[in-house]
């Protein structure tokens, strides 16, 4: 498809000025599980692997739960983009709902995780650390929860500079936490890697008293009248949850598989986990850049499909694309040529360094397969096109990527069994293959709006 140049460079302002300050929002959240690493890295290694098992356990949870409440922003973007502002009151009332929903669930899990870490044969004091880490995080989750409620409702508006500035603040919270909570500073508890929770805790709490206090006190928002006891609107929670579960299961398809991955390692030693957190940790850190234009793309698209666009909305698809590959070649490079490096600033033990920083280098190959995948995403959720893209990230990950990583990492049936290093492999080919079925399903969809408009 050929693109007006004057209407990309006009796409790529628009989505560039929506994504800039969620790359920086993105980047503090993530940021704060950068520290938790590092900071915990520096207490013990023991400590270091009970975050990074806790996380493995509660990010999927989190991100699956909170995945339902990023149906918020298309739907509101298109209700945005036809003017119909008043309707959008309805739609953040069902979403505290689902909010207060999700949270009793992810509650319940994480405080019930005790079985799945004997399952895993996780024992003795990193099991127990585990869990206290676990326990003290599910105290944050109704907060969490409420923020991502407010946040999907604010991006489908296009207002993400609130957004950064929050997650700023976050994690200028965060830091002095961890430093008062993990090392027993100035009198405090000193509860390593528990501590971490307990900071993370305050911290989603502090998000979600920020963002309510904006929604009402913005000119933007206060006539609305966002913040009153949320009614029940059957037909709008349906449709809120036809679009969110699939981008809940979606998310935790995507983010399991790193669970699973960290729990099948974690007999293979502490310095093989640690190794395995310090290159998620710092991909995951990398990940918000495209993460964020994803999301930009979701709000662009969806407003101008709302107002009719159908054509805006292609070049806007198409330029974010562009946008991504070309963050993904740069993202791709730095990895390559400063693994060594990057490690080291996590650990001073050569063992781990010297794994961690192969680990990254498979990792800097996904980065372009990965920048499109996430990317389209974006766009298909724009067009409220969730259930299908559901199932192709399912068999590129569950089917083709997690098994083939198993087969390399843990058994000699296809070559000598290579560790962490044959998971990192798995995970390129079923990225790489679930980036090229979302672009096929959406130059599907695109079709189907050109015979829309056509007709």
């Not at 004057?6 to 993530?30: C, D, G, K, N, Y």
């Not at 938790?36 to 975050?51: F, G, K, N």
């Not at 929604?215 to 913040?227: A, N």
Request: hydrophobic share 50%; glycine share 8%.
């Amino acid at each position: 498809m050929k693109y007006n140049n004057l209407a990309s460079f006009r796409e790529s302002r628009q989505i560039l000025s929506l994504a800039v300050p969620i790359i920086i929002a993105q980047l503090s959240q993530t940021a704060m599980g950068f520290v938790d690493t590092l900071m915990a890295a520096r207490y013990s290694t023991e400590d270091l692997a009970a975050v990074a098992l806790g996380s493995g356990i509660w990010l999927p949870v989190m991100l699956s739960l909170s995945g339902v409440l990023m149906a918020i922003t298309p739907t509101v973007a298109q209700y945005v983009g036809n003017e119909r502002l008043r309707r959008t009151r309805l739609i953040f009332n069902q979403g505290v709902l689902i909010s207060i929903i999700a949270s009793i669930i992810a509650w319940l899990v994480l405080r019930n995780m005790a079985p799945v870490l004997e399952l895993m044969e996780v024992t003795g004091s990193l099991k127990q650390k585990t869990i206290n880490y676990l326990e003290a995080l599910s105290w944050g989750v109704p907060g969490m929860m409420l923020y991502q409620n407010c946040r999907s409702y604010c991006e489908g508006f296009g207002k993400t500079k609130p957004l950064m500035k929050i997650g700023i603040f976050a994690l200028l919270c965060n830091i002095p936490l961890n430093w008062l909570l993990i090392y027993g500073n100035f009198g405090f508890p000193e509860l390593g890697g528990e501590g971490c929770g307990w900071a993370t805790t305050i911290v989603m709490w502090v998000m979600a008293i920020s963002a309510i206090i904006y929604l009402k006190t913005s000119r933007h928002f206060r006539h609305l009248k966002l913040i009153n006891r949320p009614k029940l609107q059957i037909t709008l929670l349906y449709n809120l949850l036809r679009i969110g579960i699939p981008i809940g299961f979606t998310l935790l398809i995507e983010v399991s598989m790193f669970t699973v991955i960290a729990l099948l390692i974690a007999r293979l030693g502490e310095s093989v986990i640690a190794a395995h957190q310090i290159t998620l940790s710092f991909t995951g850190l990398v990940f918000m850049i495209p993460l964020s234009i994803s999301m930009a793309l979701t709000i662009r698209v969806g407003q101008l499909l709302g107002q009719g666009s159908h054509s805006d909305a292609r070049i806007a698809a198409g330029t974010g694309l562009v946008i991504v590959c070309c963050t993904a070649i740069i993202s791709c490079t730095m990895i390559s040529l400063l693994s060594i490096q990057i490690t080291g600033l996590y650990t001073d033990k050569q063992e781990i360094i010297k794994l961690a920083s192969s680990l990254l280098l498979i990792a800097a190959i996904f980065q372009i397969p990965d920048g499109i995948q996430v990317a389209t995403i974006g766009v298909l959720r724009g067009h409220k096109d969730t259930e299908i893209p559901l199932l192709m990230v399912f068999i590129a990950y569950w089917v083709i990527g997690l098994p083939l990583g198993y087969l390399l990492g843990l058994t000699d049936l296809l070559i000598p069994a290579i560790g962490a290093m044959g998971f990192w492999i798995g995970l390129v080919i079923g990225i790489t293959v679930s980036a090229i079925l979302l672009v096929l399903r959406y130059r599907s969809i695109r079709q189907q709006c050109r015979i829309t408009e056509i007709a």
